[in-house]
């Protein structure tokens, strides 16, 4: 059985996260995947921090977005 796809409601947020289809899923607009970016970017010149909460930053994750993180890992 396949879902219909359901377009994101922006209205309220610049990202969603959503798992579909043993997919994870990743719509943004290009504000709210640059303020991801700015994220990445944050975390490579501070890799101390480990991790960030991308629900911590206000009205960036839609409201029927998933929770979700952003952390980084030295290859070994």
């Known amino acids: 059985m396949v879902s219909q796809f359901k377009y994101p409601d922006f209205s309220n947020g610049e990202l969603e996260l959503r798992f579909e289809n043993n997919i994870i ?26 991790h960030i909460h991308i629900e911590d930053y206000n009205n960036l ?16």
């Not at 990743?26 to 480990?50: F, H, V």
């Open 25 to 50: 899923c990743l719509y943004g607009t290009r504000d709210g995947l640059k303020k991801l970016s700015d994220m990445c970017l944050e975390l490579i010149e501070d890799p101390n921090q480990g």
């Open 61 to 76: 994750l839609t409201k029927n977005s998933l929770k979700g993180v952003v952390a980084i890992f030295d290859k070994e």
